[in-house]
C-alpha cells in the first residue's frame, strides 16, 4: 500500500495545525465584531452550481473541478471556493426575502485540481466573508479592511492592497468590445488568449505569457459608467479615511466570472510566487441569477495555507511554541497512581496557576533514564520527579531541562 497523501494534499499537525486554529479563531473573533454569523455549507454542491456561478470558460471550470457522479448518476462537485455555496445556501432558506441584509463567514477546506506549488494545493482551507444586501461602498471598504485586521492579527502587516473596477451590466460591455478590438490586433496570442478573446476578453489582461504584448491595454476606468464611477471613488475615499494604503490596478480582473464593480487581491511580497493572500470583490447579479431575490453581495475569501506561510514568516509561529511542557517522571513503579492523580490536578488547576502549560507521563514501566531521555525528546521546560524518599516529606525533584539543574519542591507549592 501507498502510504502518502495524495498528490497536493498534506496533513496538518504540531505548530502548522495550532496556527491554522489560532487563525481562524482571530478570523472569528473579528467577524463576529463585524456582525458576520457563521454558515456551514457542504464540501459538495450539484456540480452545475460552480458551472454557473463561476463561469464555463474560467479555469476553474474548465480544468480545476473534481467532478464525479454518485450513485445515481447525479453530476457533483467537491467545492472549488465558499462564495457559490452560500449564495446557494442563502436562496434555498430564502433569506432573500427572509434576512435580506445578511452578514455571512465560512471556513472550510475547498478543492482545485492545480498543479501543485508552494502555497498552492489541491486540498486546501479558505476563510471567508459575504455581506449581502449592500449596494454601499461602505460594505465593499468593510470586507477590505476586515481582511487587513485578519492579516495583521497573525502578525503580517506587510501587505498590499491591489483594487480595481470592473464596472457593471451596463458599462462593461462597452469595455468588452474595446478589449476584443484591441487584442485581435495583437499577433501571436498564446492558446489560451485566442480561445478566450471572444468568450473571456477580460482574463486576457492578467494573462502571464502574453502580458508583455499588451501596451496601451484599454482601461476600464475610462468605460465605467457614472454610478459605478461613484461607486469606485467612494470605496476609495473610504479606505483612505482609515488609512488605508492601496494601488488601483487595472490589470487586476479575477478569475472567477461573478464579479461586478470592485475587486480586489491582497498580496504579500513573502510569499513568492503565489503572493495572494486573500481576494475578492463584488457580485451584484449572482443572487438573482441563480434564482434568488435581486441582492447585491461583496465578500472576500483568504487561502489559510498561504496566511500560515506569511504569518510564520513574520515571526507570529515564535510565540505560539510559549506553551511550558512539563513532564511527569516515576522513580519507582508504585508511585504511579500518585503521579497520575498529581498530573490530573496539575491539568485542571496549572502549576501554580500557570494554565499556559501542556503535562506529558507518567509512563509505565520505564527506566527513570528512559523517562529523562523522552522528556528531552518531547521539548519538557521541566520534569517533575516523584520518588519515595522525597514523596515521604511531601515533596517532589523538579528538574530543569535546559539547565540540568534540580531542586526538592513541595507539592503544595506546585498546585
Ligand atoms: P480566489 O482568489 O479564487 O477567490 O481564492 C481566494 C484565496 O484562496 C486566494 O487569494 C488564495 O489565498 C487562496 N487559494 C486559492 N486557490 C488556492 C490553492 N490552490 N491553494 C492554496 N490557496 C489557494 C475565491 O475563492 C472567491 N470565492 C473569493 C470571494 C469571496 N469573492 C467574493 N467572496
Known amino acids: 500500500m501507498n502510504c502518502k ?79 457559490a455555496s452560500l449564495v446557494r445556501a442563502y ?12 452578514k455571512f463567514f465560512y471556513t472550510g477546506e475547498m478543492f482545485r485540481y492545480e498543479r501543485p506549488q508552494a ?37 503580517i502587516n506587510q ?78 475615499t473610504l479606505l483612505k479615511s482609515v488609512g488605508c494604503a492601496y494601488t488601483v490596478d487595472p490589470k487586476l480582473v479575477r478569475g472567477l466570472d461573478y464579479y461586478t464593480r470592485t475587486v480586489f487581491e491582497i498580496r504579500s511580497d513573502i510569499l513568492g510566487a503565489q503572493d495572494a493572500l486573500g481576494a475578492g470583490g463584488r457580485y451584484d447579479n449572482l443572487v438573482k441569477e441563480l434564482g434568488g431575490q435581486d441582492t447585491p453581495v461583496v465578500g472576500f475569501a483568504l487561502g489559510s495555507e498561504r496566511v500560515l506561510i506569511a504569518a510564520k514568516k513574520s515571526g507570529f509561529f515564535d510565540n505560539l511554541n510559549k506553551v511550558e511542557k512539563i513532564f511527569i517522571a516515576i522513580a519507582d513503579q508504585e508511585l504511579f497512581s500518585t503521579a497520575f492523580a498529581f ?10 496557576g500557570n494554565n499556559n502549560i501542556s503535562v506529558f507521563g507518567p509512563v509505565d514501566n520505564k527506566s527513570l ?13 521541566k520534569t517533575i520527579v516523584f520518588a519515595k524518599d522525597e514523596l515521604e516529606e511531601g515533596k517532589v525533584l523538579v528538574k530543569d531541562m535546559k539547565d540540568k539543574t534540580q531542586s526538592e519542591v513541595l507539592i503544595s507549592a506546585l498546585l
Open 91 to 102: 436562496i434555498e432558506h430564502r433569506f432573500d426575502v427572509s434576512y435580506p441584509s445578511g
Open 5 to 83: 497523501a495524495p498528490r497536493g494534499t498534506h496533513d496538518i499537525f504540531g505548530i502548522n495545525a495550532l496556527g491554522m486554529s489560532i487563525l481562524e479563531q482571530k478570523s472569528k473573533q473579528i467577524f463576529i465584531k463585524h456582525g458576520f454569523e457563521e454558515v456551514r455549507t457542504p464540501i459538495f454542491e450539484d456540480a452545475s452550481l460552480f458551472t454557473r456561478s463561476i463561469g464555463q470558460t474560467t479555469d476553474i471550470v474548465e480544468k480545476e473541478m473534481y467532478v464525479f457522479e454518485d450513485r445515481k448518476g447525479r453530476k457533483l462537485a467537491l467545492r472549488p471556493e465558499g462564495t
Open 119 to 155: 502555497g498552492r494545493y489541491r486540498q486546501f482551507h479558505q476563510i471567508g466573508a459575504e455581506f449581502y444586501g449592500s449596494l454601499s461602498p461602505s460594505a465593499d471598504a468593510e470586507i477590505i479592511l476586515l481582511a487587513c485586521d485578519i492579516f495583521s492579527s497573525v502578525g
Open 343 to 352: 498530573c490530573v490536578k496539575l491539568t485542571r488547576n496549572g502549576l501554580k
Open 159 to 236: 501587505i498590499k492592497v491591489h483594487i480595481n473596477s470592473l464596472g457593471c451590466q451596463k458599462c462593461r460591455p462597452l469595455f468588452r468590445a474595446s478589449l476584443i478590438k484591441y487584442f485581435s490586433s495583437v499577433s501571436d496570442l498564446c492558446r489560451d488568449c485566442t480561445r478566450r478573446l471572444q468568450t473571456n476578453p477580460l482574463r486576457l489582461l492578467d494573462c502571464k505569457i502574453d502580458v508583455h504584448k499588451f501596451t496601451d491595454v484599454p482601461k476600464m476606468e475610462k468605460f465605467l459608467c457614472q454610478d459605478c464611477k461613484e461607486h469606485f471613488n467612494l470605496t476609495q
Open 369 to 381: 533514564t528512559s523517562q529523562l531521555k523522552f522528556a528531552d525528546k518531547i521539548g519538557a521546560a
